[in-house]
């Protein structure tokens, strides 16, 4: 059973900080790693992607990789408000549908 | 930015009855899914279509849903019988390639 791991939450930042959110997955042959943001009610959107080892930075995102721990990270820098959601963090190995995380809520606190 | 839509935005129908769920994923874009969510749940696979055909399907899609992608635009989620649990917010994505997914605004299915 393929299974992703997160911290349900709520994660309370300060507005200004930096938000960790973090994720663990169960199958080694993971090969693709997802960050998705969901507003409550609404679809989730695609925030991040990354593929190999390492950091991949988007303008205020970062996520990190860490294959051998089977470790995924996001970091929100100068988290706002308008951050408040909940992150999805999915895997897929190639030709694998995305198995999601449940989630972990966050909430920007101004 | 070209998007995936879906329709209806929201469906309330009786149990037994027969629903069709209806998305138009991103023009380009040759691999098409759909997902559940069921209230304070996870997103949660259903089933994964391309070159007009069923690639892979998980244990939830059962006999009674059957996906069709009835013209060049359209990708729709039949539902034959709805039954109660079947209650949950149904999300359509397409994607480029097998890697990123982009997700449709959802239908949320009410069975009553």
């Known amino acids: 059973q393929k299974e992703v791991e997160q911290n349900s939450g709520p994660l309370s930042v300060p507005e200004g900080a930096i938000a960790s959110l973090n994720c663990t997955y169960s199958d080694r042959g993971s090969q693709s790693f997802f960050w998705y943001r969901q507003y409550s009610g609404k679809s989730p959107e695609l925030i991040m992607s990354i593929y190999s080892n390492g950091d991949k930075e988007d303008g205020r995102f970062t996520a990190q990789l860490n294959k051998a721990s089977q470790y995924v990270s996001l970091l929100i820098r100068d988290s706002q408000p308008s951050d408040s959601a909940t992150y999805l963090c999915a895997t897929n190995s190639g030709n694998t549908p995305l198995v999601f995380g449940k989630g972990t809520r966050l909430s920007v606190i101004a | ?112």
């Open chain 2, 1 to 112: 930015e070209p998007e995936v839509t879906q329709t209806p935005s929201h469906q309330v129908t009786q149990m037994g009855q027969e629903v069709i769920l209806r998305c138009v994923p991103i023009s380009n874009h040759l691999y098409f899914y759909w997902y559940r969510q069921i209230l304070g749940q996870k997103v949660e696979f259903l089933v994964s279509f391309y070159n007009n055909e069923i690639s892979e399907k998980s244990e939830i899609f059962d006999d009674q849903f059957s996906v069709e992608r009835p013209d060049g635009s359209n990708f729709t989620l039949k539902i034959r019988s709805t039954k109660l649990e079947d209650s949950a917010m149904y999300f359509c994505a397409s994607s480029e390639s097998r890697n990123e997914q982009f997700f449709g605004p959802g239908t949320r299915l009410t069975v009553l």
